[in-house]
């Protein structure tokens, strides 16, 4: 069973920095995809960021040049580094690995409990 633990949420002035960290453990990390989510109150959930297992990465267009996803399969843990923080990145950031065969169909979802980033103006 995959358990993925966040840390490092807070409260950030807006064009602060905050570095959030997801520890896995339980599953085989380095060969799956992972990714963070966020969802601000009222909204639905979305892709923030996302690394796949070669370590190749994609963006959301609204984070794109101001967060960085990274990862280190030594330590199963991935990371988003969070520049030039604006009060709309306010939202419960979750982290996410998504489980593949070796055919890259889907197989399923584990998610963290979510960390809250609050970013005032």
């Known amino acids: 069973q995959v358990q993925l633990v966040e840390s490092g949420g807070g409260l950030v002035q807006s064009g602060g920095s905050l570095r959030l960290s997801c520890a896995a453990s339980?599953?085989?990390?380095?060969?799956?995809?992972m990714a963070w989510y966020r969802q601000a109150p009222g909204k639905e959930r979305e892709l923030v960021a996302d690394?796949?297992?070669?370590?190749?990465?994609k963006y959301a267009d609204s984070v794109k040049d101001r967060f960085t996803i990274s990862r280190d399969n030594g330590k199963n843990t991935v990371y988003l580094q969070m520049n030039s923080l604006k009060p709309e990145d306010t939202a419960v950031y979750y982290c996410?690995?998504?489980?593949?065969?070796?055919?890259?169909?889907?197989?399923?979802?584990?998610w963290g409990q979510g960390t809250q980033v609050i970013v005032s103006s």
């Open positions: 996410n690995l998504r489980r593949i065969n070796s055919s890259g169909r889907y197989i399923d979802d584990y």
């Open positions: 339980g599953g085989l990390f380095r060969i799956y995809p």
């Open positions: 690394i796949n297992r070669d370590g190749n990465t």
